[in-house]
């Protein structure tokens, strides 16, 4: 008996959110196919021209532009940012630091203090029983 082995492949959308870009953004080729796991593996190894210029200028999807300006997806959200942007707007936006921006950041420092509090206290119960 001789195995077959298919090609794993994904959707364009899911093969775009794992190269951390704008679906809409990329080349008609790209959107209309298919993406196999090997395929996916060289475009994050050697990552062709369009993708190279995705990544440093955008657009951006939602989780890319939360991350550059250090804030959460639902703080993207409340702050009316629901479209992609590119990283010149991202820019922009750090350097008008508009009030929703502030709080949206203040908010997502008082989260990590928390996580980082709760790991602690979780170390030290680990330690206290181990």
Not at 36 to 48: F, H, I, V
């Amino acid at each position: 008996m001789k195995s077959h082995q298919s090609a794993q492949t994904m959707k364009p959308a899911t093969a775009a959110k794992k190269l951390g870009v704008y679906l809409p953004a990329t080349p008609a080729e790209f959107q209309e196919g298919v993406v196999t796991r090997a395929e996916l593996g060289e475009l994050q190894a050697d990552p062709p021209q369009w993708l190279r210029e995705l990544r440093a200028n955008g657009p951006h999807p939602r989780p890319v532009v939360a991350e550059k300006l250090g804030v959460s997806i639902s703080g993207l959200a409340r702050g009316g940012v629901t479209d992609a942007l590119t990283t010149e707007q991202i820019e922009a936006l750090k350097q008008e630091q508009p009030e929703w921006l502030q709080q949206e950041r203040a908010t997502q420092a008082d989260v990590r203090k928390e996580g980082a509090r709760l790991k602690k206290a979780q170390r030290e119960k680990d330690a206290e029983q181990g």
